[in-house]
Each structure stands twice: as structure tokens, then as C-alpha cells.
């Protein structure tokens, strides 16, 4: 086994686990789940992190499958959606996948300049993002029937599934308020006006 294939399955499977730590990470900071366990600042650190190592460990997979000796991927196999020979559906899933965390990692940083909103709506993206992913690796990987990459595949599935439930029942639930005892005024005291003297 060459190293290069090695490289090619290793940075594919380390890229689908650091996507998959990023978007349970992202779903543990949204649903709250966390509570105040840990502070803000380090959690969304940690979050961003993983999505910048999802990127960088998929540019090696594609890198070393563009420079394999025996696999022909080419420039529009490897970046353009259905033009792989080879499992053009699973490729063309993980290509689009790779574009969409180009997206979403960079919006990080643009953040302050496209508005909270906007930022929010391409961060609902990572969802269908982390599921391109896992097909991809699902049916194109060549480690699939391996255990450990099964169990892995599964569990991250529904960690991301139990996690998103959670997160669509609070967004359709009505917001709770605290009970606020209602204030009693006390009714305003009617000046006495002095009574007219007639005149003689």
C-alpha cells in the first residue's frame, strides 16, 4: 500500500471527523445544551477551529488524489460536481460539500461586515454541508466496511440528528416568560375641592 494511498484515506476520514466535531459543537453552543459549563468565547474558538481543520485536511485529500499515480482525478473531478468517472454522485456530494465549508468557514470572518442574520442563514447550510460530507464518505470511501469507521459514521449521524430535533422543537416553541406579578396601582386620590360659597 502506498503512502499516497494512505494519505488519500487518512485526510478523508480526519476531514469528515473535524467536520463532524464542528457541526455537533456548532449544535451543542445553539441548543444550549452546554448551559454555562463552559464560557462563550473558548466554545465558539473551539468551533471555528474545527471547521478551518475540516478545510485544510480536505485540501490534502484532494491534494494527493490529484497527484496519485493510478486514480485520475483531474482539476474538473476534482472541482467541478459530477465530472468524476468514478462515483460521479458521492464526488460530486463531497465537491459541493468542500465549497460550502469554503463558505461557511470564511464566513467567520466576515461576520461583522454581512450582519448576524446573513451569517446565521449560511451557517444553516452546515447541516446539508455535514451530510454531503458523510455520504461522500459513505459511498465513495473505501474504508466504509471497516468498524471503527462504521461506528464512527453512525454516531456522528445521530448525534447530529437527536441534536438538530432538539433544535428544531425549541425554534417552534413559544418563548417562555417569567411570571411577573401583576402591578397594583393604587387608585389616585381625588383632590377636595372647596365647596362654592354663594354669593349674598
Do not use: C
Not at 476531514?15 to 452546554?34: D, F, H, N, R
Not at 473558548?42 to 486514480?71: C, K, Q, R
Not at 425549541?170 to 372647596?194: C, F, G, I, L, N
Amino acid at each position: 500500500m502506498s503512502i499516497e494511498w494512505m494519505a488519500i484515506r487518512g485526510s478523508g476520514l480526519i476531514a469528515y471527523a473535524l467536520l463532524a466535531g464542528s457541526t455537533i459543537w456548532g449544535l451543542l453552543i445553539s441548543t444550549k445544551v452546554l448551559g454555562r459549563a463552559v464560557k462563550a468565547k473558548p466554545v465558539s474558538w473551539f468551533h471555528e477551529s474545527l471547521a478551518i481543520g475540516s478545510l485544510i485536511a480536505t485540501g490534502i485529500h484532494m491534494y494527493f488524489l490529484f497527484n496519485h499515480d493510478f486514480i485520475d482525478f483531474g482539476y474538473r473531478a476534482l472541482f467541478v460536481p459530477g465530472a468524476s468517472a468514478w462515483q460521479p454522485l458521492p464526488v460530486a456530494l463531497g465537491v459541493v460539500a468542500f465549497y460550502m465549508m469554503f463558505v461557511i468557514t470564511l464566513s467567520f470572518y466576515v461576520k461583522k461586515w454581512i450582519g448576524q442574520n446573513a451569517w446565521r442563514a449560511i451557517h444553516m447550510a452546515s447541516f446539508g454541508t455535514f451530510l454531503g460530507a458523510a455520504l461522500h464518505g459513505v459511498f465513495s470511501g473505501t474504508d466504509t466496511a471497516n468498524a471503527a469507521v462504521t461506528i464512527m459514521y453512525v454516531a456522528s449521524l445521530a448525534m447530529v440528528t437527536m441534536l438538530m430535533i432538539i433544535r428544531i422543537a425549541q425554534s417552534v416553541a413559544p418563548p417562555t416568560r417569567a411570571a411577573r406579578p401583576a402591578a397594583r396601582r393604587a387608585p389616585a386620590a381625588k383632590s377636595a375641592e372647596p365647596a362654592e360659597v354663594p354669593a349674598s
